[in-house]
């Protein structure tokens, strides 16, 4: 007889996890608290026009990449539509008033930087000779088993970014420019672990695509995936206990009133959410307080533009906008200086597109700045907090017109999320952006195990290996090599060829 499994959350981690042991016979059944699954990869439509919320472009999707592997394993690779972004400069920098590229390839990464550092070529050689040395040295994250060296990877999560980067180079301006993107992981100057940073800048190196008509395709993609091995999904189920007997978890509580039972519970959702919905002896005080006390990644207030028609050109690359002289410590501000920095993104809505419809606008913002409608529901959190985020909006866009005058009358309305909308929509604590933030100060403390005391239960998601579409599917095989071994997953992944 098969094992029953329900996961909590329908997130990346939730949906993959469940493909994962859909297609090697459990029966799976997926618990979304909300009216739409998929997490950080939810879209949303207005006017008409579609808005992406958290998954904006990948990296690694060519068919012979990791990334192009794993869709391919799990089955979502026809249904999945992807528009590259230009190979010579899909992220930008913008800094002290010049803009830097970053290109698609190893080659041309370092030329293209070469081009304003040309002193700098062998240290941009050495910096990726290094990345690809991290990168590959990781089973998880080049989908070799057994082909590793866990050393490599260990050394440089005990030593920061910027600790690394200074003794590659001694060009300041190269180093700021090298860290430019460091928004897509919320990286902090002496704490964000430089292996991190060699994850994020080896997935998207090669490649790097927009979702066409946004991530939620992703999202949907799994739930049919998961369907065709008999799996389901559940919206508006809102787990509110996992139930415990002395030895193991027995089951979950639905809305409040509704029991069903399983062999093993997976929590996809935060472990300071999970721990909430835990009561037994079996967790022991002093790992729940060592949670609880985990550092998060910043929080982000975002401004979702919506265009006039046949105004704006669509832009096929990231922009990464600073209005100070570094993108580190744009995390510390006051109401003088935000925003110091931001993400502008647009939204690819078809292939060979020609005008943008949508756009999104990101930059940080502290949980305290909201603090005071905690509590409040979404829509219904009064009239000061909605002039809040309409003076913040205002503030972020006029940035946004510093750096592209050309835009000033071309958005006819936007839309506005702070850290309460992330806290609400994924129930990430202090509505971070990225879950828990990696300290090479704490080591392994700020690391969640996938595995907890009860033998039944355990955990996947942003929080268990990394954010990110490559970070949140490698801690999906973490997670799931505790039921099937990696060894059987990896073979899998390696039978599914193009």
């Known amino acids: 007889m098969c094992k029953q499994v329900i996961i909590i959350g329908s997130g990346l981690g939730g949906l993959s996890t469940g493909v994962v042991l859909g297609k090697n016979g459990y029966r799976v059944t997926v618990l979304e608290q909300g009216a739409q699954v998929g997490g950080c990869l939810q879209c949303f439509e207005r006017h008409g026009v579609r808005f992406e919320t958290g998954m904006h472009f990948i990296g690694a999707a060519r068919p012979d990449e990791t990334l192009g592997q794993l869709f391919r394993y799990l089955e979502i690779t026809d249904k999945v539509k992807l ?18 590229p970053y290109a698609n390839g190893r080659e041309a990464f370092i030329d293209s930087l070469a081009q304003y550092f040309p002193q700098e070529r062998k240290a941009l050689e050495s910096y990726c000779d290094l990345i690809s040395r991290i990168s590959h040295a990781s089973s998880l994250h080049s989908l070799r088993y057994a082909d590793h060296n866990d050393a490599v990877s260990e050394e440089y999560m005990l030593q920061s970014i910027d600790e690394v980067i200074d003794g590659i180079s001694t060009n300041e301006t190269l180093h700021k420019v090298l860290v430019g993107d460091l928004p897509l992981y919320a990286a902090e100057r002496g704490k964000t672990p430089f292996a991190t940073h060699a994850f994020i800048r080896d997935f998207y190196l090669d490649s790097a695509f927009r979702i066409v008509g946004g991530s939620d395709h992703i999202a949907l993609a799994l739930v049919d995936t998961l369907k065709k091995y008999g799996g389901e999904v559940l919206t508006r189920a809102k787990v509110t206990r996992i139930l415990c007997d002395d030895k193991q978890a027995t089951g979950v509580e639905v809305n409040g009133k509704e029991v069903l039972a399983a062999d093993i519970i997976i929590s996809d959702a935060h472990p300071i959410r999970t721990l909430e919905l835990v009561d037994s002896h079996l ?8 949670v609880s006390v985990m550092p998060q990644t910043m ?58 419809e949508s756009g999104i606008l990101l930059s940080y913002m502290d949980i305290h700045e909201v603090e005071q ?56 604590a202090d509505g971070s952006m990225y879950g828990i933030a990696k300290d090479v100060s704490l080591g392994p403390a700020c690391r969640v195990p996938h595995k907890t005391k009860i033998p039944n239960l355990l955990m996947t998601g942003q929080n268990i290996n990394s954010h990110g579409m490559l970070g949140v599917l490698v801690g999906t095989i973490v997670t799931c090599s505790e039921l099937l071994s990696a060894k059987k997953i990896y073979e899998e992944i390696k039978n599914c060829q193009p």
């Not at 528009?83 to 008033?97: A, E, K, T, W």
């Not at 005080?285 to 060592?290: D, I, S």
Request: net charge positive; glycine share 8%.
């Open 373 to 428: 409608w905690k509590g409040t529901r979404v829509g219904h959190r009064g009239d000061d907090y909605e002039a809040f985020k309409q003076r913040k909006a205002e503030r972020l866009i006029a940035s946004l017109t510093d750096h592209f005058p050309e835009l000033r009358g071309t958005i006819a309305r936007y839309y506005t999320s702070t850290p309460l909308t992330y806290l609400d929509y994924t129930g990430t």
């Open 83 to 100: 528009s590259p972004l230009d190979r010579s400069h899909y992220n930008v920098i913008g800094l002290n008033g010049k803009r830097y």
């Open 299 to 356: 929080g982000g207030f975002s401004v979702y533009l919506q265009f006039k028609p046949n105004r704006v050109p669509y832009m096929n690359y990231n922009y990464f906008g600073y209005n100070t002289p570094t993108p580190w410590d744009c995390e510390y501000y006051d109401e003088q200086t935000w925003p110091k920095g931001f993400l502008y993104m647009h939204l690819c809505s078809s292939p060979r597109q020609q005008y943008a």
């Open 283 to 290: 967790i022991r005080p002093a790992f729940r307080h060592r």
